[in-house]
Each structure stands twice: as structure tokens, then as C-alpha cells.
């Protein structure tokens, strides 16, 4: 279902890979002549790495090197990540649809994938993290959401004056992936509402596919089985809220 008010603030298509043990972050940098147009605004990403040594005395240090690249759009509602073992690519706030998500980032990954070259595809992943702004200090859970943290009679149910973190790891077997959900309380977006985070994050660890198609195929997957698990999540007082 296409809902008008759509809670959506991130929705994702991720993509990781195994690349030659040759490749440097320089390369990625070839991107760039693909995409500077379209997304002008670059970062460096960096990898942090940590050390000890034991000894007579103890010694950490750590450093950091590059490890990929970030460029969004000029309106920030875009983003795309190339990394040197990976390809993100991210649809902010507002959000439109998957088959736009799915489109540039196919696009945008047939670029990364022509540059780099990677031996095989080892995980991808579609992530929507959503978030509700619900009407109210007070607020039932049980009224918005089916599946919530459920609190003791004797503890207060004011979702707005305690912070709350709760993640699931539901195995999906026939699509040999995993399905996390997290949900959580945060600061609200409006006064006087109470603010929930709802993220699904779905996966599958060595993709069994043979094809550029076969992989596209097996998003639309993740994308239909995401969108079971949102409505499975909520209640019909949320569906009027974003409707």
C-alpha cells in the first residue's frame, strides 16, 4: 500500500561485495566523473582501526584511513556511497516510491560495478527506517503499534518521559535472509507529539543468484516482504495517520 503521509526518513538499497585484494580507495575516485553532475557534494569516509600491545606496558593507538566515498545531491534528499567493499544508496525524506529507489540505484550501482569490478555480490539488503509523530504527550502503544515492548501494569506507560530500544532478529528461512527489526523512542519532530522510530532491515547473506536480473529480482523480494512486516507492525489508527 502507498501511503500519502509516508513516515519514511531513509530508505535504502545496499549492496556488499568482494573486490581484488588490488584495488585501492584511489579508484574509487573514478566515480566521481560519472556522478559529480547529479551529486556535486562529496565527503570522505573513513575506516577507524584500533590496536594494543601488551607488554611491560600497555600501548593503544589507533588511526584512520579512507575507505570510500559519499556524494549527495544539492537538495540532500539523495545519497550514494562507494566504498571498498560495498555500494549504498540512500532516498531521504520526501520519499517517493521503490521502483524510483530501485531505478537510480541500479543505475548508479551498473557504474560502481563497471569501475571495480567485483569477484561476486556477498549481501545486499533493503533498510526503512520510519518515523511517527503521534498526536499527544500520553501515549498508548498498543493504540499505533502491534509490535512494541511491553511494560509491567505497575510501570508507566508515557512513551514521552522514557527512552526505550528494542531490536528482533526474525530468521526468513524460505529467503534464506534475516529481517531486523528496531524500534525506539526519540525526541519528537512537533510539540506536543510523541516521536517512534520503526526501522526494517531485511537481508540475505550469499545471495544465491546467477544474474544482474536475478539479484533486481530478489530486491523486489525483500521489497514485498519489508512491506508485509510494516503492516504487520502497526494498527490501523497509525494507517490513518499516514494515509
Sequence with gaps: ?????APITEALIDIRVELSSELRFEDLSA???HVGSDYPREE???LSQAMLKFGPSVQASAHQQPWGLMFRNESNTQ????R????TFSRLEPYEDFEHLRDEARRLWDIYRELVRPKKVVRIAVRYINQFSLPGTRVE???YLKTFPHLSEELPKDLRNFGFLMSLRVPQPDLDGLLVINE???PPKKPETVSIILDLDLSVESPAIGSEEEMWTLFQKLRERKNLYFEAC???KTRELIS
Excluded: C
Design 1 to 5: 500500500m502507498h501511503y500519502k503521509k
Design 31 to 33: 566515480f566521481r566523473k
Design 44 to 46: 570522505t569516509r573513513n
Design 79 to 82: 545519497v550514494v556511497q562507494v
Design 84 to 87: 571498498l567493499d560495498s555500494f
Design 141 to 143: 502503544p498498543e493504540d
Design 184 to 186: 525506539a523512542g526519540t
Design 234 to 236: 502497526i494498527t490501523d
